[in-house]
């Protein structure tokens, strides 16, 4: 397939994980793809594997971080159709041992660069009738223990989906979101290592394992696609059928 010719796909968080595998998929169906993460050197990486691809270097929890990479991103191609809200961090702990440094790094990662970015490059998705796809969580759409910041900032991301989507009205921008379960990643590697507690993620997950980056890229180029041309404002779950359970155990 080659949804994407001629399409410009600006993915955040773009150096590994999700990120890197959607913009692998991207670029597979033909986008121009800028790639947008802390790291030069890790970006270049994935950049080799994309026909045609652009690295930007920005901190997006920094207003001048978001600033310099939606002006790249605007000129790289000569035009933005789809962006993809994928950078994110977390950090654990209840209230009584998460500082308010480590709520703010959250929240100013995985809200308000989402907001600052999208509301930057909104001109030009609109006039290349566009659409964003978030990466939200299914920790954005239930609780997990010791994770209240992280829960906080992808409750918002489902939330923001959904309202975009209705202030995008006539705009011709769809906006839709995918809620990842456990999935391997930089991110998740410690947890990987600990078989007792990756055990009790898979006995939740009907498929029986964790998500491969390529799990959720592949469902991202979907959304971003004119195959989903009628799909707007939806968080699809992308969890192995773990959201399919009330939450009580395997009984058998």
Not at 67 to 77: D, I, T
Not at 114 to 133: C, D, E
Request: hydrophobic content about 45%.
């Amino acid at each position: 397939m080659q949804r994407f010719t001629g399409k410009t796909v600006v993915i955040t968080g773009a150096s590994s994980g999700i990120g890197a595998a959607a913009a692998r998929r991207f670029g597979r169906e033909g986008a121009n793809v800028v790639l947008v993460s802390r790291t030069q050197e890790k970006l270049e990486k994935v950049a080799r594997d994309i026909a045609s691809a652009r690295v930007v270097a920005a901190d997006l929890s920094t207003r001048e971080g978001v600033a310099k990479a939606s002006e790249e991103a605007r000129v790289a191609f000569g035009r933005v159709d789809v962006l993809v809200n994928n950078a994110g961090t977390a950090v654990t702990g209840s209230i009584e041992v998460v500082d308010e440094a480590g709520f703010d790094k959250v929240m100013e990662t995985d809200v308000t660069a989402v907001w600052r970015l999208t509301k930057a490059l909104w001109p030009s998705l609109k006039a290349a009738q566009g659409n964003v796809v978030m990466t939200s969580s299914v920790s954005g759409i239930g609780g997990d223990w010791g994770m209240h910041a992280y829960n906080t900032a992808k409750g918002a991301i489902t939330n923001l989906t959904r309202a975009l989507a209705l202030d995008a009205r006539d705009s011709g921008v769809r906006v839709n979101a995918v809620n990842p379960s456990f999935t391997k990643s930089e991110l998740t590697v410690d947890m990987l290592d600990n078989k007792q507690l990756l055990d009790k993620f898979i006995e939740r997950i009907p498929l029986g394992r964790p998500a491969e980056p390529e799990d959720i890229g592949d469902v991202i180029a979907f959304l971003a696609s004119d195959d989903a041309r009628f799909v707007n404002g939806v968080n699809l779950p992308v969890d192995g059928g773990l959201s399919a359970s009330n939450g009580q155990p395997p009984q058998a």
